[in-house]
């Protein structure tokens, strides 16, 4: 495809919004950010944001960013210790310790924050997880592989379908089993519903985290519309349990088509809706322009994927850069932006939401008619997967999501475990990034972070 | 200006207010599930068989297979239901998609509520529910969706070309890979078992394929059975007649699972894989009458609990209808051999061409044995006796595979017709046509049965390969006459049958006069069931014997006769095939066990 | 073989080369070649981006295997090197200075099999096991069903039957028997 082609594509959904990076796929986009770039290349002893030597990027940012203090040495501020850990002096009664948590406005599953305090900005943060521990890979341990299916999409429960199609996936190439072509095309129709419908919770989400709840409202009511085309074609509404190892579970309903392509288009209409509401809103906008603040420097030291490191200018998405299923039969172009804080995250996500209304569109028209949708699978009851190890990705809507399975030549699984983006968004990074920020933004910049927390423990 | 529109554009949320409202106003009635949608089990109580694989899929253990009073249990049907327990269950439905019979689906239903929290595990089905007869929900995705292969992995043969003039065996046997993906296909659910005339542990030695643990196959095996590489071969395979798999695809081949257990053990590693011996501690003795499978397995059975058994066979050689009544093709004689063999490596005496009746009397055994067990078959050829059966080239089937199997040359002539359809007829019809083609080039059989095809006795498998054989089959036909000129026989006239048992299940066949037809042929072979031929029971014993009005033996459930040192097995008792004989000689050697041991009486 | 492959093989040993798929290849080398390996693929292979690090219990062999996966987001391929340890006071060479997310998983594996990783930074805290006081849990000798009926209070229901079982009582008990 032509970049003129794919501009357009883009233009056409976002009219000059968009700048299309040439060239520089993988390197954040903007010139005045290469200097932190490089830094960030150097390796990981560079500067953390509040640690003494200063972090880079405030310099070009800091006028949006009211929330990083211009002057760290003020006495206000802890110093850091030799860990690069603020040395905080509680006896000094300058600083209040805060657990907030486990629920976050915003926030689908529970963690806690402990925040160090001072006055309402926060000096030091941990985060501690736990809540939502339930085992599951140990759980895999005793279990089939086909009884894995049911079990392994609750790791991440509001984007389930993930979950499913990297399990099948690895299980599939383990055992050297194709899926049908149209079982390709109706996982990446499921795929693309499921990251959908996650983004248009997280989307008006924001807003919520700030107090503007209508959009949520909204964006609730599309979504149900999204769970119902699930529930047709799936037979469920949160968990579809739709793809297992060879292929899907089933073919378009009748007249699914008409009424998905339909549906897409409440989304474009929410999607203007919010805009107006939302993106064009003025509290809105001073409260989430230069709050949470990513530099791009720091996407690969804390390993930083998805949306969140495509708002700080790194063209990264794994749709694109290991296509998998059939997405290399697709026409569409990664939105990317940047000077990632919490406005530029909500508004990728934004233009996520409509490239993916215009990918199940497309993909809709794809499907064949005709064909099986799943490969024959020896007995569930007895399926012993050759000797052998794997690791499989997908893009979900938060970015890099990948299984890596371990195969020791019997009918259950040696080892499962999951790579979620929010293992490293919501710990490294979160406890980074909320060292200086308002406490009253801390919700605003978890969601912005699309925190998960089940996928952090499983 | 920017500023200016950032605060007036969210005023645009006013447009709402004059949207009609997008909630559903009364969605307990308004709102069904999808057609697909996971709610609520139903199961259809009467297709269920109770074979446990929703059980086994199930990840949540929230399926238990509970007994009901609404289902007997019966061969083929465990009687047990699944009974789901929704506190755990999370609707996945794979229990749904492994179902054997597709009895178990899922209903539409999913707002119902009840304040006892024990109602929420009910067996679906025999728990009256609201949604039983709901027809939306989830049921099996259909077409090309399985968790399982219905295919049974297809068995080796010679193709017909090549064995129609061998009597070489047809069935290659399964590869290491062919078995253990077949052995892949079985869900352990052991309903197999209760059919098996001898029991025997399917399942487990089914699994030792699976695990590559042959060894140990082939020790359950022996448990059950002492002729492997005969029953892995010649069985009739009840079994797979109730295999769960059966029911949508293929019965798993379990016949050949075992054939292929036995064939992985060779002749001289019997003793090293069984580890059996017989402790000779006994001071009892039992002369076994007839070297068959009933006689064979009473002797392994009793050898190994430290008897000393003595058999007498008839014949030359040991087996008896195995040997003289099945072809080389179907059972080579190297196979029979190995399994007889390992029997008589155990200390089992065997007198060979001893005809008990003729050579050595009943009532000479019963005085030097303290038990007598007889297992003589059914080896006397039934005729029709329709006119002209008398004709010196009209012969029984029973005696030509005899004669042939002795390696004695037994006439064949250009032009045969055999009638019967069972296995039998089919066995010489398919001796007789390798012959002809030896002899003649060419095969000009004619085989006719009462019976159409769907109903005949035969193996479907021996009526397709008769058929690739080139012999000429036709079924559903009655014969009423052999057409005899100049002292020659031309052919057999026959009428059209319309049904071969009357309502009570008697034989009573009913023909259309109308319909008739001739099938040409210059000799005739009578292959419609045997008799047993008991002269050998002198009048004293025959007289303390009890008899059926219909004049059948009766013994009590361990094959004991009235006369209660004689034990009475096989074909004349149940049958007729080997593997009701080896179960009933497993029987027996018990019942002689505890006869000898003072705790059997016939009552 | 991909170039970068021939690179480290020239510098590093490793063995047991397995190209999974064309932008996955797995290999292992020594433990003590392994913060070095991943220093070196970072710096200068462009292996920028960590992807995960775990451990997988082979306790027939007495081995914890250590996977470390890398991506390189230019040539777009992932790398999985693997390194054995023994299950005793298993202990690893911390690699958390390379990037910020790696102590996070050099914590979970202390919690969860017991493998050390000295100097990590809060390494001995807990993570998602608050009170813990049994084995880690992930080691493959700690039985979860066997925890689970110890430690809570399953409701009794209905018992379950075998098919196969079931039908030997019913229909042919006295047909049967089991020996030895």
Not at chain 1, 210 to 237: A, N, P, S
Not at chain 2, 179 to 191: K, N, S
Not at chain 2, 537 to 559: A, C, H
Not at chain 3, 70 to 78: F, R
């Amino acid at each position: 495809m032509t970049m003129k082609k794919k501009n357009d594509i883009l233009s056409r959904l976002f009219g000059k919004e968009h700048r299309p990076q040439e060239n520089k796929h993988n390197q954040p986009a903007d010139a005045d950010s290469g200097k932190s770039s490089d830094a960030g290349k150097g390796g990981g002893t560079g500067s953390v944001p509040g640690s003494d030597s200063g972090a880079s990027g405030e310099a070009h940012y800091s006028d949006h960013n009211h929330n990083i203090a211009p002057d760290h040495t003020e006495d206000k501020y802890p110093r850091n210790g030799k860990d690069g850990k603020p040395e905080v002096d509680l006896s000094s009664g300058k600083y209040t310790k805060v657990w907030q948590g486990p629920n976050h406005p915003g926030v689908t599953g529970n963690m806690s924050l402990e925040l160090t305090i001072c006055g309402d900005e926060i000096v030091d943060a941990k985060t501690h997880v736990g809540y939502l521990h339930r085992g599951f890979e140990k759980l895999f341990e005793r279990r089939l592989y086909m009884q894995v299916m049911p079990t392994c999409l609750r790791m991440c429960v509001p984007e389930s379908d993930t979950n499913e199609y990297v399990f099948s996936e690895a299980v599939e190439e383990l055992s050297g089993i194709e899926a049908p072509e149209k079982a390709k095309w109706l996982r990446m129709l499921v795929l693309e519903m499921s990251r959908l419908q996650m983004l248009l919770r997280v989307v008006p989400g924001q807003g919520g985290a700030f107090g503007l709840g209508i959009g949520v409202q909204w964006g609730m009511y599309v979504r149900e519309l999204i769970l119902d085309l699930f529930e047709e074609l799936t037979g469920g509404r949160i968990y579809h349990m739709y793809m297992l190892p060879g292929g899907v579970r089933g073919d378009l309903p009748e007249g699914f088509r008409e009424r998905a392509i339909k549906t897409m288009d409440e989304v474009y209409r929410f999607a203007q809706r919010i805009d107006d509401v939302m993106f064009n809103n003025s509290v809105f906008k001073k409260r989430a322009t230069g709050t949470g603040y990513i530099d791009p420097s720091w996407v690969d030291r804390f390993g930083i994927v998805g949306p969140n490191a495509r708002a700080a200018g790194y063209n990264r998405d794994v749709r694109k850069d290991h296509p998998y299923l059939l997405y290399d039969q697709l026409e569409w172009e990664v939105p990317v932006l940047e000077k990632s804080d919490v406005y530029t995250r909500a508004r990728i996500r934004w233009m996520d939401m409509q490239v993916t209304a215009d990918l199940i569109k497309q993909i809709l028209n794809k499907i064949p008619e005709k064909g099986s949708f799943k490969a024959p699978t020896p007995n569930a009851l007895n399926w012993r997967i050759p000797r052998g190890e794997t690791y499989v990705k997908a893009e979900a809507s938060r970015g890099e999501f990948g299984y890596y399975v371990v195969s020791d030549g019997s009918a259950y699984p040696r080892r499962i475990t999951l790579r979620g983006p929010s293992y490293t968004h919501a710990i490294a990074l979160l406890e980074k990034m909320l060292i200086r920020t308002n406490i009253a933004d801390v919700g605003a910049i978890m969601v912005s972070l699309q925190t998960c927390p089940p996928e952090i423990e499983r | 200006m920017s500023k200016l529109k950032d605060i007036l554009s969210p005023f645009t949320a006013w447009n709402n207010l004059a949207r009609d409202p997008v909630t559903i106003k009364d969605p307990i009635n308004d709102r069904p599930g999808a057609a697909r949608y996971r709610g609520f089990h139903q199961n259809d109580i009467e297709k269920c068989i109770g074979c446990g694989a929703c059980e086994s899929i199930c990840e949540t253990g929230a399926i238990r297979m509970v007994e009901v009073d609404e289902v007997e249990t019966k061969e083929g049907d465990s009687g047990l239901r699944p009974e789901v327990d929704y506190g755990r269950c999370c609707f996945c439905a794979l229990c749904v998609d492994i179902c054997s019979t597709g009895s178990l689906t899922l209903s539409n239903e999913y707002i119902w509520v009840d304040e006892d929290p024990e109602a929420f595990t009910f067996v679906p089905g025999i728990d009256k529910k609201p949604w039983d007869n709901n027809q939306d929900g989830w049921k099996k995705p259909e077409p090309d969706y399985e968790l399982n292969i219905k295919e049974r992995v297809r068995m080796p043969e010679m193709q017909a070309e090549e064995r129609e003039n061998s009597f070489v065996e047809i069935v290659k046997g399964y590869s290491r890979e062919q078995a253990i993906a077949e052995a892949d296909r079985c869900i352990d659910c052991g309903l197999c078992q209760a059919t098996c005339p001898a029991h025997m542990d399917i399942p487990d030695y089914i699994r030792a394929v699976r695990e590559e643990n042959l060894k140990e196959g082939f020790r359950i095996m022996y448990k059950t059975n002492p002729l492997p590489e005969v029953c892995g071969r010649i069985c009739t395979h009840k079994c797979e007649d109730v295999c769960a798999m059966g029911h949508r695809g293929d019965p798993i081949a379990i016949r050949w699972l075992k054939r292929y257990i036995a064939d992985s053990v060779d002749e001289n590693e019997y003793q090293e894989a069984l580890q059996q011996e017989n402790p000779k501690d006994k001071d009892k003795s039992i002369a076994i009458v007839g070297a068959g499978p009933t006689g064979l397995s009473a002797a392994y059975y009793l050898a190994l609990m430290g008897y000393s058994v003595k058999m007498f066979e008839a014949q030359p050689r040991a087996g008896g209808m195995m040997r003289y009544g099945i072809p080389e093709y179907r059972l080579p004689y190297n196979a029979l051999d190995q399994d007889i063999d390992y029997i008589l490596s155990l200390g089992v005496d065997i007198q060979y061409n001893t005809r008990v009746g003729k050579d050595i009397t009943l009532d000479a055994l019963h005085e030097k044995y303290d038990s007598v067990l007889v297992g003589t078959g059914l080896h006397a050829g039934k005729s029709t006796r329709i006119p002209g059966t008398d004709h010196e080239h009209v012969y029984q089937a029973v005696d030509l595979l005899r004669e042939f199997s002795k390696g004695n040359e037994i006439p064949i002539s250009e032009k045969i017709v055999i009638i019967g359809g069972g296995n039998v007829a089919m066995d010489i019809t398919r001796t007789l046509a390798r012959l002809q083609n030896q002899k003649y080039g060419q095969v000009n059989i004619t085989t006719t049965s009462l019976e159409t095809e769907d109903v005949m006795p035969a193996d479907q498998e021996e009526i397709d390969e008769a058929r690739e054989e080139k012999v000429n089959l036709k079924p559903g036909w009655g014969p009423q006459k052999i057409e005899i000129e100049n002292n020659k026989i031309k052919g057999l006239h026959v009428q059209r049958c319309l049904s071969v048992f009357d309502e009570n299940g008697r034989f009573n066949p009913q023909f259309d006069e109308s319909q008739t037809d001739f099938f040409e042929g210059d000799m005739l072979i009578e292959a419609i069931g045997q008799g047993m031929d008991i002269s050998y029971l002198s009048k004293s014993i025959r007289d303390g014997l009890d008899f059926t009005q219909r004049g059948r033996l009766v013994v009590n459930d361990y094959f004991q006769s009235k006369q209660e040192w004689l034990f009475i097995g096989g074909d004349i008792i149940q049958g007729p095939d080997v593997i009701h004989g080896i179960a009933n000689g497993h029987k027996a050697a018990r019942g002689i066990d505890m006869y000898l041991r003072g705790d059997l009486r016939y009552e | 073989m991909h170039q970068f492959l021939k690179e480290i093989q020239n510098r590093f040993p490793i063995h047991d080369v397995k190209e999974q798929r064309k932008n996955l290849t797995l290999f292992t080398t020594e433990k003590e070649q392994v913060v070095p390996l991943l220093t070196h693929l970072r710096d200068h292979e462009g292996f920028t981006h960590f992807v995960l690090l775990t451990a997988v219990d082979w306790i027939e062999e007495d081995l914890f295997q250590l996977t470390y996966i890398l991506n390189n987001p230019e040539k777009k391929v992932d790398l999985g090197i693997r390194a054995y340890i023994g299950r005793e006071n298993a202990s690893m060479e911390s690699a958390h200075h390379l990037w910020e997310q790696v102590a996070t998983y050099q914590r979970e594996l202390k919690e969860m099999f017991g493998i050390d990783f000295p100097g990590s930074p809060r390494v001995d805290e807990e993570f998602f096991l608050e009170g813990w006081d049994d084995i880690p849990p992930m080691r493959r000798e700690f039985d979860s069903k066997k925890y689970s009926e110890e430690t809570y209070f399953p409701r009794p229901g209905s018992k379950s039957h075998d098919p196969g079982e079931y039908m030997k009582q019913k229909l042919y008990s006295d047909d049967y028997e089991e020996e030895e």
